[in-house]
């Protein structure tokens, strides 16, 4: 018998479980921040082997870019592995990006995107909750990383070339803007903005052309 696919999103909220099907997605518990136990306690009740997808949505991300001599090979995966071990403390909730040649066209250059967590704790805690109760982590997906499927949002240039868009998003944990080169996320951000306020809208305005400028 098959295993269904456990979905999982965490931001700076908790953690919410869902299964999605045919019908669409349904959520099967919630947890708050810290809950890490009962979570792990939850998880024990699930049926065993059954695979894990993570949607993570939090504010601790940076984003640089390099440009770096053209290697390819194991030399090429060992320079990229040197650079993000630089810029983050943990490389493994972070990933190079290739975009290309460099705008000045110098050869035997590329230009490289590190994204990731600055800080991890929080997220590594929940996955250490999945590990004790012996489900697979399969995929972990960064929440800019989905907005390149809104396809039909992001226009096309004249030359067919897909224009640069900023695109935000508001979600329990926030507002998420983000910056697509193309269909590739360069830059996001989450802002923590109350709801229920009279202001909502225009402070959301106000975030979106702060990034924007």
């Not at 959520?27 to 009740?45: K, P, R, Y």
């Not at 990933?95 to 990731?116: Q, T």
């Not at 109760?133 to 499927?149: D, H, N, S, T, W």
Request: glycine share 10%.
């Amino acid at each position: 018998m098959r295993c269904e696919t456990l979905l999982l999103a965490v931001d700076t909220l908790g953690l919410i479980a869902c299964h999605g099907d045919e019908h669409g997605i349904r959520m099967l518990a919630s947890f708050a921040a810290g809950e890490h136990a009962a979570f792990g306690a939850w998880l024990d009740g699930r049926a065993p082997g059954e695979r894990c997808r993570m949607l993570v949505d939090l504010p601790d991300e940076a984003f640089e870019v390099e440009d770096l001599p053209r290697v390819r090979g194991a030399d090429r995966r060992a320079l990229l592995a040197r650079r993000l071990a630089a810029w983050f403390p943990d490389p493994r909730y972070a990933h190079a990006l290739p975009l290309g040649i460099p705008p000045d066209g110098r050869k035997n250059f590329e230009r490289v995107l590190f994204a990731g967590l600055e800080r991890t704790a929080d997220l590594q805690a929940w996955v250490d909750a999945l590990g004790a109760a012996g489900k697979q982590l399969e995929r972990l997906v960064p929440a800019a990383a989905l907005l390149p499927r809104l396809n039909a949002l992001v226009p096309r240039l004249g030359n067919g070339d897909v224009a640069a868009r900023l695109l935000a998003g508001a979600g329990r944990a926030g507002l998420r803007i983000t910056l697509l080169s193309g269909r590739q996320p360069v830059f996001s951000r989450l802002v923590d903005i109350p709801r229920g306020s009279t202001a909502d809208t225009l402070v959301r305005e106000a975030e979106i052309e702060r990034t924007r400028s």
